[in-house]
Structures are given as C-alpha cells and as structure tokens.
C-alpha cells in the first residue's frame, strides 16, 4: 500500500497542475431535475469554488449531483460514489474537494463520516464558510462544521414542514396536487392558476375528469366487489375482457411498469382509492426515510392511517363510485366455500390491525375456522429476510373471547350487535403477539366521517 502511495506521489510531482497548486475536484449538487436548471445550477457553484481556489490551484476534474436530496448519504448519490471510490486510488488525480456551497454537499453529520477517509486518502476539503481549506485538526473548525451540518438538517425540516402544511391546505381546498391520475381518471383543463403571477404567465389548473376509456371498468369492479365478488375473480374477469390494466392504458405515465395483466393487487389499490368519491384525497402514503432503497437511493413508503389523510369535505371531480358505496366496500370480504360446503364468515373482517407493522390483517381460513394474518407486507414475490419479523396470526373465536371480555358487563345482545358497534364507534382490534387491544381510530376528521 505505501509503496502504491509513493508512487502516486511521484506521478503528482511530474503533473503540470501539481507545479501551479493543488489539484481540486468540485463537487456539486442540485436537489431536483425538473425544477432545476442543471447548467445555471453548476455555473454557478463552480464560479464560487474557483474563486475560492484561486491561487491556490486548478479545478480539473467535476462531480455534479443531479436529482440528489441532500439528506442522502454520499455512498447513496451517484456522483458521490464516484467520488468516494476515487478517494481510495493513490492515482486519482487530484489533491482536494472543493465545494460552492455548504449545503451543496453535506446535511446533518456528513462531513463528521466523510472525515475518516479523507485522513487515510490525504485529500482537503476546501470550503467558502471556512474561507478556504477546512482544518480537520482544528476544533474550532469541526465546531464550526457540526454547526453548518445541524442548519443544513434545519433548512430541510423548516422546508418540509412549510411544504407540507400548504400541500395539506390544498388538498383541502380541493386543489389538484400532481402525480399520476388514478386509473379511471384523466387530466383536464382546471381554469386560471390559483397563482396570480402563475396566472399570468399562462399557465393553467388542472383536474381529474372521468376517462372515457377506463372510467367504466372502475364502476363495475365497485360493482362486482359490491356483489361478492373476490379480488382475484375481478382480475381475472378483467383480463379475459381484454380491459387495459394500469400500465397498458398510460404507458408513457407508467414508464416503471411493464405488465400488461391485471393483478389482485392492482384491483385492490383501485378499490382502496378513496379519490373516486370526487374528493381530493393527499397524504394517504407517507415517506420512510430510515427505510432506503440501496438501488434509487430513495427512502421506503408507508401508509397512513386515516386520521392523517387530507381531505376536501366537498366533491371536485365527478365521482365514479358514491361514498356509501365505496365505504361498504372497504367492508366486503369474498365469501368461500368451507371444508363443509358452507360459507366462510369472517366476523371481524376489517377491523383486525397487526400490532407489529401496523397493517390491516388478512381474513386466513385454517384448520377449517376463520383467522386472521399478517405477514408484515413480505410474500412469495418479497420473501421475508432472516432477521425479519415472523408472520402474526389470530384465531377469530379467541379474538371474539377478548372482545367479549372487554365489553363486559354491558354485554351485546349479539355478536353482529358488537360487530356494528365496533364499526360505529370506530374501533379496530390491535393485535400483539400475546395481547389484543381495542382501540378507537384517532378522532381527526376523516374520509368516512360525517359523510
């Protein structure tokens, strides 16, 4: 290794850049591809990193981020994995990083884990808020980085909170947020921007109108799902209809798609939509962020309960299913035949969440008795890892036991009398491993509320 080093250092003293200074590497970084120009947003970062270097040396190689949040970690951007593979060569061909902005590179701790391989690589970070090359040794400067990195974290939590809160008020309003349409729906003229100075340039609202292609399909699976009918049946009716899926009716909208079949879960994102009740719906889907995809980068997703949805409370898209509908279909379960030739009743079909992950429970027929199962969002297309949690299953007539339990003594006068109760008084049976909880659905306003 030394000897790889020595020899990097002799090729350095032959380079011409050596004998006019350091030669630095720029770093650079823009959050998003297409709100951002990337030719503005480099030029100017590079300016102000040259004029800091100036004197000093040359930059001569570039690494530029585009699309890059900076609460990614380095190793998770794909210009700064380069850069932090090229730190590891003895011939990288330069002697420092320099960068325009704070910001631009680092969030939260960053630099603190960048530290370790820049002292075994011999490579500086130069820096306009240190005026120059940052001093690792010097306390007063990784004090000074600690500072930059919690008001870089700051910036970014004060933005999205900020964000948030107005995409909140919108959707309240009504307001169409962008995205894809869901399946059924297509974008149409909305009138003038809310935005004067949008307004004035010409740019124009948008909202979801029905398509005339798919509108129908979305009716009638509300309609067979109505009837009894189970996911997978609608998906396959569907299918031998030749009706387009998803991906098949916009493929230039669904470009990370690329089946051209109905699925069960397809099917069941489309009767899970709350949007086709004409109400503007946002926030149904929240972000992971401790939960990143090692291939985009991208943090996970996770659903929300419905306390935390955003809601309009008036129509402002027609409507292809009315809410009472839609609302009883949240409650229908397919109804299969038993080992016996009768029917399986789940009684508490809905309101059985997983105590671990927080899901929806599924209905699991087993050793002929109706159950209830949750295996954490992991099956045969996502197996689950080995330091995962292990599936969480219930039988109903010992769940029933804990309900009755709770409820005593004021005892229904039946089982389908405390079924209705649970669901007027919006009470979900929480499963742990070795308890159950009733629990009341938060008291936020929510979709099915007052409607």
Same mark, same amino acid.
């Given at each position: 290794?030394?000897?790889?080093? !020595?020899?990097?250092?002799?090729?350095?003293?032959?380079?011409?850049?050596?004998?006019?200074?350091?030669? %630095?590497?720029? $770093?650079?970084?823009?959050?998003?591809?297409? $709100?951002?120009?990337? !030719?503005?947003?480099?030029?100017?970062?590079?300016?102000?990193?040259?004029?800091?270097?100036?004197?000093?040396?040359?930059? &001569? +190689?570039? %690494?530029?981020?585009? =699309?890059?949040? !900076?609460?990614?970690?380095?190793?998770?951007?794909?210009?700064?994995?380069?850069?932090?593979?090229?730190?590891?060569?003895?011939?990288?061909?330069?002697?420092?990083?320099?960068?325009?902005?704070?910001?631009?590179? %680092?969030?939260?701790?960053?630099?603190?884990?960048?530290?370790?391989?820049?002292? +075994?690589? =011999?490579?500086?970070?130069?820096?306009?808020?240190?005026?120059?090359?940052?001093?690792?040794?010097?306390?007063?400067?990784?004090?000074?980085?600690? %500072?930059? @990195?919690?008001?870089?974290?700051?910036?970014?939590?004060?933005?999205?909170?900020?964000?948030?809160? +107005?995409?909140?008020?919108?959707?309240?309003?009504?307001?169409?947020?962008? @995205?894809?349409?869901?399946?059924?729906?297509?974008?149409?003229?909305? =009138?003038?921007?809310?935005?004067?100075?949008?307004?004035? /340039?010409?740019?124009?609202?948008?909202?979801?109108?029905?398509?005339?292609?798919?509108?129908?399909?979305?009716?009638?699976?509300?309609?067979?799902?109505?009837?009894?009918?189970?996911?997978?049946?609608?998906?396959?009716?569907?299918?031998?209809?030749?009706?387009?899926?998803?991906?098949?009716?916009?493929?230039?909208?669904?470009?990370?798609?690329?089946?051209?079949?109905?699925?069960?879960?397809?099917?069941?994102?489309?009767?899970?939509?709350?949007? $086709?009740?004409?109400?503007?719906?946002?926030?149904?889907?929240?972000?992971?962020?401790?939960?990143?995809?090692?291939?985009?980068?991208?943090?996970?997703?996770?659903?929300?309960?419905?306390?935390? /949805?955003?809601?309009?409370?008036?129509?402002?898209?027609?409507?292809?299913?009315?809410?009472?509908?839609? &609302? *009883?279909?949240?409650?229908?379960?397919?109804?299969?035949?038993?080992?016996?030739?009768?029917?399986? *009743?789940?009684?508490?079909? =809905?309101?059985?969440?997983?105590?671990?992950?927080?899901?929806?429970?599924?209905?699991? /027929?087993?050793?002929?008795?109706?159950?209830?199962?949750?295996?954490?969002?992991?099956?045969?297309?996502?197996?689950?890892?080995?330091?995962?949690?292990?599936?969480? $299953?219930?039988? *109903?007539?010992?769940?029933? @036991?804990?309900?009755?339990?709770?409820?005593?003594?004021?005892?229904?006068?039946?089982?389908?009398?405390?079924?209705?109760?649970?669901?007027?008084?919006?009470?979900?049976?929480?499963?742990? !491993?070795? +308890?159950?909880?009733?629990?009341?659905?938060?008291?936020?306003?929510?979709?099915?509320?007052?409607?």
């Amino acid at each position: 290794m030394h000897s790889r080093q !020595r020899e990097g250092e002799r090729r350095r003293s032959q380079d011409p850049h050596v004998q006019l200074g350091l030669r %630095f590497a720029f $770093y650079g970084r823009m959050s998003t591809s297409e $709100y951002q120009d990337r !030719r503005s947003s480099s030029l100017w970062q590079r300016e102000v990193s040259e004029r800091l270097v100036a004197g000093h040396g040359t930059v &001569v +190689a570039e %690494f530029f981020d585009e =699309g890059a949040s !900076r609460r990614r970690r380095w190793s998770n951007r794909p210009a700064a994995a380069r850069l932090l593979e090229a730190l590891a060569d003895p011939d990288r061909g330069f002697d420092a990083i320099v960068v325009g902005e704070y910001e631009r590179a %680092f969030c939260g701790r960053q630099f603190d884990e960048l530290v370790p391989l820049l002292r +075994a690589a =011999g490579v500086q970070v130069w820096l306009p808020e240190v005026g120059g090359r940052v001093d690792l040794d010097d306390g007063e400067h990784r004090r000074l980085m600690a %500072f930059l @990195g919690a008001q870089s974290e700051r910036e970014v939590i004060r933005a999205r909170n900020r964000a948030l809160a +107005a995409m909140k008020a919108q959707a309240e309003l009504g307001r169409y947020l962008g @995205g894809r349409p869901p399946y059924g729906y297509m974008l149409v003229d909305g =009138g003038p921007h809310p935005k004067r100075a949008d307004a004035r /340039w010409g740019r124009r609202a948008r909202k979801l109108a029905p398509d005339p292609r798919t509108a129908g399909h979305v009716r009638w699976m509300f309609t067979r799902r109505l009837q009894g009918m189970s996911l997978a049946g609608i998906a396959r009716e569907l299918n031998d209809r030749g009706a387009p899926c998803p991906s098949a009716a916009d493929p230039e909208r669904n470009p990370h798609r690329h089946a051209d079949r109905w699925s069960v879960q397809s099917v069941r994102t489309i009767l899970e939509n709350p949007r $086709y009740t004409g109400r503007q719906v946002w926030n149904r889907i929240g972000t992971d962020r401790d939960d990143v995809n090692l291939r985009t980068g991208r943090p996970g997703q996770v659903p929300n309960l419905p306390g935390e /949805w955003a809601v309009s409370p008036e129509v402002v898209h027609t409507p292809l299913v009315s809410m009472r509908d839609f &609302v *009883e279909v949240q409650r229908v379960r397919a109804r299969r035949p038993n080992d016996k030739g009768g029917r399986r *009743e789940y009684l508490l079909a =809905g309101l059985v969440v997983c105590g671990v992950c927080g899901r929806q429970m599924d209905a699991h /027929w087993v050793h002929g008795r109706p159950g209830y199962r949750c295996r954490h969002g992991y099956g045969s297309a996502s197996p689950r890892p080995a330091d995962g949690p292990t599936p969480l $299953y219930w039988r *109903e007539d010992h769940l029933l @036991g804990h309900i009755v339990g709770a409820a005593a003594p004021r005892q229904p006068e039946s089982t389908a009398a405390a079924m209705a109760e649970l669901h007027e008084q919006r009470i979900v049976v929480l499963c742990g !491993r070795n +308890a159950v909880e009733l629990r009341r659905m938060p008291s936020e306003r929510t979709l099915f509320d007052a409607h």
